[in-house]
Every structure is written in C-alpha cells, then in structure tokens.
C-alpha cells in the first residue's frame, strides 16, 4: 500500500459487536453481568486463600495467583494472556509433585518455590508478548476502526498502510511455539500423573487424585483450544466475527468461570466458607 496516498493515526476505534436494536442493551448488560461477577467470583478466591489458614497450600496459592491475573486480564491482555499460559504449566507441576512425590511435595513446592514460580511466569509472559507487541507498535496504521471489541494483535496489523505478512507469520510463531510447548509439558506432566494415579491400590484413591485434576483439566482445554483457533491457525480459515466470538472464551468465559471450576464445587473450599463465616458471625456477636 502506498504511504504517501494515506495519513497516518496513532488513535483508534473500536468496533465492538455488530449488533442492531433490542439486542445492544441486552450484550451491554449480559457482558456487564459477567464483568462484575467475575471481579467478585475471583476476589472472593483471593481473599478467602488470605483469610483461612487450612488453605496456605500450593494449589491454592497458586489458583490465587491465577484468580489475581484474570482480574486485570481485559486491561493488559496480551502479556496477562501469556502468562496465563505458563501460570497453567505451574500450576500442573504442582499437581504432579503433589500426587508423585508425595514425601517431598513441601520440601520441593516451599513458600520461596512457589514465588519464584509465580514471579517467573509474570517476567515470562510480559517478555514473549513484548516481540509480537513491538513490531504491531512500530507499523504505520491508516484506517482508525478495529474490527474487534479490544486492541488484540491480529485486528490491529489488518489497518497496517503496509503489507504485514511477516509480522502476522512472527505473531504466529511466537504464540504458536509459547502454547504448544506449555501444553506438550502439561500433557506430559497429566501423562506421569496418570501413571501414578494408576498405581494406586484403591478406586477411592483413584477418583481422590483425579478429582484434585479434573478442575485444572477443564480450565486447560477451554484455554488452549480458544488460543489455538484464534492465534495460530491461519486467519482466512475462520469467517468474519468468528474471531470475536471466540475471544469471548478466554476475556469472559474462562475468567468467570475459574471461581467456580477450581473453588465453588470444592469441598475444601466450601469448608474454608463456612470457617470464615462462623469467624465473621462470632466476631460481630463480640460486646
């Protein structure tokens, strides 16, 4: 595209969903409803973890951190996107430390651990976001309206007064490569687990072992297929506005439902409620 026929913008608009009448209050309230119930669901994970002690382990650590990223998600989604995906590698190793290393599972996942892991996964995910986010930032831009309700990469290059074929193949390569190779460790990880879990002499301590699994499973597969469709596969192979509907799943879906995957079905969690609550009620009663 020729740049001196074109002026270039450093401001942009954005298009939202295309829909018409009766139905815009209705997505403006129905995404309004899961905005602020996915800020309560995931606060109330946070505090909860903080208030009982029976729930200072690993995994809730852990879940903590994944609850404290999926608050500020929408406002820094690029970076918060790919640390989520190494916050869920995390967050498997946890699981296959706890369930096949039983006797060093503290020793191995200390409180010094489980920073490190935590901080590592920020550092990791804001510097591979910084290549793909870095060359979007520096391409001269044309045309004002995103075809998107955020600023994502892939939208963005598509008001490029150039060509951006090699950006978008980059922007590809480097979630293509992120993702695959946290769900190859994952997979493996879940592959030892199961081997362990297999072992076991009981079918109770079988369903105790995949139960502690199965919420993290879930979370995994709704992450990595959405991510997978949208980002590495080739962008003419989806229809117009499907993008859109598929990023619903992991800005929306997947943040509100965390909570209740990973806590509200738990009954550790439903125990700690009842603590704290009993704690609360006894300290009003207080003179």
Known sequence: MDLVNHTWTQSFLLAGFTTTGALQPLAFLGTLCIYL????GNLFII???????????????????????????LYVFHSLGMTECYLLSVMALDRYLAICRPLHYHALMSRQVQLWLAGATWAAGFSAALVPARLTATLPFCLK????????????????????????QV?????????ACNLVLILGLYGGILR???????????????????????VVVLFFASAFIVYVGPPESL??????LLALVYTF???????IIYTFRNKEVREAVRRVTQSIRAMMKRP
């Open 253 to 259: 879906l997947t943040p509100f439902l965390n909570p």
């Open 47 to 73: 505090v909860l973890v903080q208030a009982d002690s029976r729930l200072s382990t690993p995994m809730y650590f852990f879940i903590s951190a994944l609850s404290f990223l999926e608050l500020w998600y």
């Open 145 to 168: 309206e995103v075809a998107h309700y955020f600023c994502d990469l892939a939208p963005l290059m598509r008001l490029a007064c150039v060509d951006t074929g090699w950006h978008a």
């Open 239 to 244: 229809p117009e506005g499907t993008d859109k």
């Open 171 to 179: 922007h590809i390569a480097v979630i293509g490569i992120i993702n």
């Open 196 to 218: 362990a879990v297999l072992k076991l002499p009981s079918a109770a301590s079988h369903a105790k072992a995949f139960s502690t699994c199965s919420f993290h499973i879930t």
């Open 37 to 40: 119930l996915t800020l309560a």
